[in-house]
């Protein structure tokens, strides 16, 4: 398959509204109704004469190789490297965004690289890559492009690994996790006041798509939630977040508590103290989940993988750089429990590297 211009890729999960003037994307919740011409709030979906385009299908806004555990994906083949990439825009509006620079892009000369699915999938292979990531911004609002690259990044023994706010429509959640390997999940908080204030968005869907991820996929999954001074650290969110989690995802779903540093529009708080993740942490941990990390920060106990059965250290971890690995056949090679998540017998060697690539 040749690359195809941004602007005729059609796209999917849309419907005429009974006027005849307008289009209604059933992609998101968000259901943007658009008449010809306009454009879709994530930016890069389209009404072109009535039909629903994809303006970002083919283009990116940069590939590079990174640690796996920059995902975060600490139970998903640790040490290995991912080759990443996003387009441009967004479905959610967080003020606080941290890849604000592509998510709110709206200029296609943001989009300044081009591969197809089929070429990233063999520069993955080229690269010793063990997957690719959808990642940067979210791959949701790209569907169509990252559903063909994961088919072919499987057609060459490549995984795909998504980074999504799961803010998705339960049709287009079906077809689109059914092709991924693994998934990260960011669960911006836990009150519907902060996601409707700071983020445009609703909590709901989020938790719905958590719980279809744990209870009709097989999908590996991790969870991540970005502590903001004021805003989302309280003692009782915290709370009531950890206690959600064990009751409808179980306890072996890892869960990363990481730092927020000041950007986009909310400039004007501080950066997270490490002692607010740590309490996190340590409360997550008192309720029964079993693998807590904290994130943004140097602390290597908790960024370390310590096993679940005896407490012994598996993956011992100084930022994405590994060290100690006690994991064999997928289990503690002190007591022999098996650990959540999949393993390799001998990690990765990637470390904390960074490298773009140019893929044309």
């Given at each position: 398959?040749?690359?195809?211009?941004?602007?005729?890729?059609?796209?999917?999960?849309?419907?005429?509204?009974?006027?005849?003037?307008?289009?209604?994307?059933?992609?998101?919740?968000?259901?943007?109704?658009?008449?010809?011409?306009?454009?879709?709030?994530?930016?890069?979906?389209?009404?072109?004469?009535?039909?629903?385009?994809?303006?970002?299908?083919?283009?990116?806004?940069?590939f590079c190789v990174d640690p796996i555990e920059k995902?975060?994906?600490?139970?998903?083949?640790?040490?290995?490297?991912?080759?990443?990439?996003?387009?441009?825009?967004?479905?959610?509006?967080?003020?606080?965004?941290?890849?604000?620079?592509?998510?709110?892009?709206?200029?296609?000369?943001?989009?300044?690289?081009?591969?197809?699915?089929?070429?990233?999938?063999?520069?993955?292979?080229?690269?010793?890559?063990?997957?690719?990531?959808?990642?940067?911004?979210?791959?949701?609002?790209?569907?169509?492009?990252?559903?063909?690259?994961?088919?072919?990044?499987?057609?060459?023994?490549?995984?795909?690994?998504?980074?999504?706010?799961?803010?998705?429509?339960?049709?287009?959640?079906?077809?689109?996790?059914?092709?991924?390997?693994?998934?990260?999940?960011?669960?911006?908080?836990?009150?519907?006041?902060?996601?409707?204030?700071?983020?445009?968005?609703?909590?709901?869907?989020?938790?719905?798509?958590?719980?279809?991820?744990?209870?009709?996929?097989?999908?590996?999954?991790?969870?991540?939630?970005?502590?903001?001074?004021?805003?989302?650290?309280?003692?009782?969110?915290?709370?009531?977040?950890?206690?959600?989690?064990?009751?409808?995802?179980?306890?072996?779903?890892?869960?990363?508590?990481?730092?927020?540093?000041?950007?986009?529009?909310?400039?004007?708080?501080?950066?997270?103290?490490?002692?607010?993740?740590?309490?996190?942490?340590?409360?997550?941990?008192?309720?029964?989940?079993?693998?807590?990390?904290?994130?943004?920060?140097?602390?290597?106990?908790?960024?370390?993988?310590?096993?679940?059965?005896?407490?012994?250290?598996?993956?011992?971890?100084?930022?994405?750089?590994?060290?100690?690995?006690?994991?064999?056949?997928?289990?503690?090679?002190?007591?022999?429990?098996?650990?959540?998540?999949?393993?390799?017998?001998?990690?990765?060697?990637?470390?904390r590297k960074r490298r773009p690539l140019f893929i044309?």
């Amino acid at each position: 398959m040749g690359l195809v211009a941004p602007s005729e890729h059609p796209a999917r999960w849309w419907h005429t509204i009974e006027d005849g003037r307008r289009i209604q994307c059933d992609l998101c919740p968000r259901e943007c109704k658009v008449k010809d011409g306009q454009r879709a709030f994530c930016f890069v979906r389209k009404n072109e004469g009535g039909q629903m385009v994809l303006t970002s299908y083919g283009r990116s806004t940069g590939f590079c190789v990174d640690p796996i555990e920059k995902k975060p994906l600490n139970h998903f083949l640790p040490g290995t490297s991912v080759l990443s990439f996003g387009t441009a825009g967004c479905n959610l509006g967080c003020r606080f965004c941290q890849n604000w620079s592509i998510s709110k892009a709206r200029k296609v000369e943001a989009l300044a690289d081009e591969a197809t699915p089929e070429e990233i999938a063999r520069e993955a292979v080229a690269s010793r890559c063990a997957s690719v990531a959808f990642t940067y911004n979210d791959p949701v609002i790209f569907a169509e492009y990252a559903i063909d690259t994961a088919h072919a990044c499987h057609e060459l023994g490549v995984k795909a690994v998504a980074v999504t706010a799961g803010y998705i429509q339960p049709k287009a959640r079906e077809e689109f996790y059914a092709v991924l390997d693994a998934a990260n999940v960011d669960l911006k908080a836990f009150t519907q006041q902060f996601y409707k204030k700071l983020c445009f968005a609703d909590l709901a869907p989020v938790l719905d798509t958590l719980i279809y991820l744990k209870e009709e996929t097989s999908v590996w999954f991790e969870v991540t939630t970005l502590l903001i001074p004021g805003q989302n650290d309280s003692e009782e969110e915290i709370a009531q977040l950890c206690e959600w989690f064990v009751e409808h995802l179980g306890d072996e779903v890892p869960l990363h508590f990481t730092a927020f540093h000041p950007d986009f529009k909310m400039t004007e708080i501080g950066r997270t103290p490490a002692t607010t993740l740590t309490r996190a942490r340590n409360r997550a941990l008192s309720v029964g989940i079993k693998h807590v990390y904290t994130g943004n920060v140097h602390d290597e106990a908790g960024q370390s993988t310590y096993c679940a059965g005896c407490g012994g250290l598996l993956i011992q971890r100084d930022w994405y750089q590994l060290g100690t690995y006690n994991i064999k056949g997928g289990a503690c090679t002190h007591c022999g429990r098996v650990v959540a998540g999949h393993f390799l017998d001998e990690p990765g060697n990637w470390g904390r590297k960074r490298r773009p690539l140019f893929i044309r």
